[in-house]
């Protein structure tokens, strides 16, 4: 055992503090929560758009017959709210009543609100928490007392967690099962940078978690509710000052991209094969999600095609002006003037193939191949709504449905993409999240010669501090 690890309680458990990162779209299921559960940790069911079966034990692909994009929408929610009662009601079976489960949902997917009512209210008694991030998750307390499980607020500084705790979080105060600090420039999957913060220029962790404990301090909860460290945590000796540490209070650790490569992990085996070949400074914190938010993943052919696509980009006008001199006759139709120098890249870029051009919501154009172009228009004209706004479709999940801007072609489908990888599909052309830790599965000694552990295995070794 590492030396001061021990035992939390939790939902009226006793737990070690080790938490299973619940990641995105089929990344994380009932498989390995349940069973990191069962090795006495906190497992965590993802809800983002999870698998259901058939009778046969077969996932159910999710299609969509609707013919606009609310019926689409109404689709997505009710695969949502199937799927997640499927892995929940699994997940608690294969825990046999060790350690605890928890659900995670994006507060910026489409209709998250419904997916959580709906998971919740069919699995009554089989859930401890949910962990919530991706936005500013306001009603999740009032959600969470409804059905009487603990909240834990994902978020990435000492201001956002003061903001929700005077909003809404102070008046369910004991609920408040942890709060997770995820390390914006650490983390796989979206960040919480800020505007604020510089996506080149790490910040040290320890005085921003100290931050939130002492907002924590300030708002009278006491120190005895975790603080979870998400992003970056492999080797548990290396946060040994953590532990035990006056200043921060209880801390537990989470661990997103070191469950991937598990017997139980879901993910498709091409998936893991890869895993063991990513370097260090492989996985890439991008802007190209449509949800706006900054994101890490692990550098392939399909980030390199999204760069590439935003460097074929020229500003336009729609009447000259002195900046912009000459008239673009490629690509676009209408009227579209830019600046000399723009109009020769434009040449360059159609000499290359790149023939086709797409307007942005910020008043530039990119060039791209014209099968790109109907494969993006494509994707965009069959939106069904899996956010809760989507800078690529320009959908927007309440109101009059849209955001009120130009779709944006630098971005893409972010569930065709995720969806894809998750069930087979190739793991180069498609979005791969991992954190910025995923290097050390070629250089740790634990996965010499090929070597996969079990969940259990895993967490038995993690416990060691390795």
């Not at 072609?409 to 969806?419: A, G, N, T, V, W």
């Amino acid at each position: 055992m590492f030396k001061g690890l021990k035992p939390i309680q939790y939902a009226g458990r006793e737990v070690w503090p080790l938490i299973e990162g619940g990641k995105g779209v089929s990344a994380t299921n009932h498989a390995s929560s349940g069973a990191w559960a069962a090795a006495g940790g906190i497992g965590t069911v993802s809800a983002v758009n999870a698998d259901s079966y058939d009778e046969n034990g077969n996932v159910i692909a999710q299609t969509y017959e609707g013919k606009t994009r609310g019926d689409r929408h109404e689709e997505l929610i009710a695969y949502g709210i199937a799927g997640g009662v499927a892995q929940v009601k699994q997940a608690h079976e294969i825990a046999g009543g060790k350690g605890a489960i928890n659900i995670n949902v994006l507060w910026e997917m489409g209709g998250a609100q419904d997916i959580l009512h709906g998971i919740l209210e069919q699995t009554k008694g089989m859930v401890q928490g949910v962990t919530c991030g991706a936005g500013m998750p306001y009603k999740l307390s009032e959600i969470a007392q409804q059905y009487d499980v603990y909240y834990l607020p994902i978020i990435s500084s000492a201001r956002a967690f003061r903001a929700l705790w005077k909003r809404a979080y102070h008046k369910v105060p004991d609920l408040l099962g942890a709060v997770v600090y995820e390390d914006p420039w650490l983390a796989g999957g979206h960040n919480g940078l800020s505007n604020a913060e510089d996506p080149r220029e790490p910040q040290d962790p320890y005085p921003r978690v100290k931050a939130v404990r002492d907002i924590m301090r300030d708002c009278g909860i006491d120190d005895s509710v975790p603080i979870v460290m998400a992003g970056g945590v492999w080797y548990l000796r290396d946060w040994e000052d953590w532990i035990d540490n006056p200043e921060l209070g209880q801390i537990a650790f989470q661990f997103g991209t070191r469950p991937l490569l598990t017997k139980e992990s879901p993910i498709p085996q091409k998936w893991k094969d890869e895993l063991t070949k990513i370097q260090e400074g492989d996985v890439l914190l991008h802007k190209f999600s449509p949800t706006g938010f900054y994101s890490s993943a692990v550098r392939n052919d399909f980030l390199n095609s999204l760069e590439a696509r935003s460097e074929r980009q020229v500003a336009f006008s729609k009447e000259p002006c002195e900046e912009r001199t000459e008239k673009l006759d490629m690509g676009v139709k209408g009227k579209n003037y830019v600046a000399p120098e723009d109009l020769q890249k434009a040449q360059e870029f159609v000499a290359q193939g790149y023939t086709a051009g797409l307007k942005t919501p910020d008043d530039t154009i990119i060039f791209v191949t014209p099968e790109d172009r109907d494969m993006i228009r494509k994707d965009q004209q069959d939106c069904m709504g899996c956010l809760s706004h989507c800078g690529f479709s320009s959908w927007k999940d309440h109101d009059n449905f849209t955001t009120g801007r130009l779709a944006d072609p630098r971005s893409f489908c972010i569930q065709k993409s995720l969806q894809n990888i998750a069930h087979g599909e190739s793991v180069q052309e498609n979005l791969m999240f991992a954190g910025h830790a995923a290097y050390n599965f070629g250089t740790d000694p634990f996965y010499s010669n090929g070597f996969v552990p079990t969940v259990e295995e895993l967490v038995n070794r993690i416990l060691t501090g390795d």
